[in-house]
């Protein structure tokens, strides 16, 4: 039997680190990418790669042929239902027993949230798709402070969070969730909610920023409306910036869809707690003050 891990979405951040750690560990596994010369890349580092855009469902069901496992991973885009809807159907047509699904804390049916609608749906698929599966329902990933770095190095935060609260996640504890589960191979149903160690605002995340970085950073409040405004100046298309406006002027700010829970399913799942922001901060220094 087949004992091949295919990953999607491995030119992005969670999907990346898993491959890179099952990888590492001596499993095998096949990544899907989009590009020649990503496949070329993979293959020189003796990664096995397949040009498969989520798409072609044709092309993807080839590329899945003898795989065991699927990480499916789908970028936060206006095709993201499309391309999780394709990623169930070519994963049931090449026969793989098991789908193991990146999905999202607040996801939900009637999310003002494109993307947290998308990922309830695809959810909804992978459960009723008649292979194995588990569901890795992560909370608000750290790597998407990055762009802030700008005004951190300015000593603020510009947010528009307010009083409510996320337990932010390094996206490596994501992966090392996800690497040992696929690891594992038992898929029965089950559903973790993956989050940091600490639920906060956004006054609470600037201390804990300023913690990291050895230099203080300060919440600074934004209206919604001028939040997403923002993000549109930064050349962001305008679907991505209201989702966010939404999503944080919103669904945190009134801790709506579950968004505001706090689990400790990392370490029970990896033997390691999930770092908290000060440590990721402390970590990412350099990138975010550019010393």
């Known amino acids: 039997m087949s004992n091949v891990v295919a990953v999607t979405g491995v030119t992005g951040d969670v999907g990346g680190k898993t491959l890179e750690l099952l990888h590492a560990a001596g499993v095998p596994v096949r990544a899907l990418v989009r590009k020649p010369e990503q496949a ?30 699927l990480f499916l991973v789908t970028a936060a885009t206006e095709q993201q239902l499309a391309h999780g ?4 159907a070519a994963a049931r047509a090449a026969g793989v027993r ?41 909370s608000g ?13 300015r000593g603020i935060l510009p947010q528009t969070i307010g009083r409510g609260r ?19 191979g038992i898929h029965d149903g089950a559903e973790h909610v993956l989050t940091g160690p600490e639920l906060l605002d956004g006054r609470g995340l600037a201390r804990a920023l300023s913690i ?15 939040f997403s405004g923002v993000l549109r100046l930064t050349g962001m298309p305008a679907w991505q910036a209201e989702g966010l406006r939404q999503q ?15 689990t ?28």
Not at 40 to 52: E, F, P, T, V
Not at 141 to 153: C, E, G, V, Y
Not at 166 to 184: N, S
Not at 251 to 259: F, K, P
């Open 248 to 262: 944080f002027g919103r669904v945190a700010r009134r801790e709506l869809d579950g968004i505001a829970v706090q």
């Open 141 to 153: 990933f750290l790597t998407n402070l990055m762009p802030s770095a700008p005004a951190i190095r």
């Open 166 to 184: 996320i337990p932010w996640i390094d996206t490596t504890d994501i992966a090392r969730v996800a690497a040992r589960v696929l690891e594992r």
């Open 40 to 69: 070329a890349d993979l293959r020189a580092r003796g990664i096995d790669a397949r040009i498969a855009d989520l798409g072609d469902v044709a092309a993807v069901t080839r590329a899945l042929d003898g795989v065991d496992q």
């Open 98 to 138: 098991a789908i193991v699904h990146l999905s999202g804390a607040d996801a939900a049916e009637h999310s003002p949230l494109p993307w947290g609608r998308a990922i309830w749906r695809i959810n909804a698929l992978v459960r009723s798709s008649g292979l194995s599966w588990t569901l890795l329902h992560a």
């Open 212 to 226: 990291g970085v050895g230099r203080r950073v300060r919440y600074l409040h934004l209206p919604s409306r001028l």
């Open 85 to 88: 809807t394709n990623g169930v």
């Open 264 to 291: 400790s399913d990392v370490e029970r799942l990896t033997g390691l707690p999930a770092r908290p922001v000060s440590e990721w901060a402390r970590a990412h220094r350099a990138e975010l003050l550019q010393a």
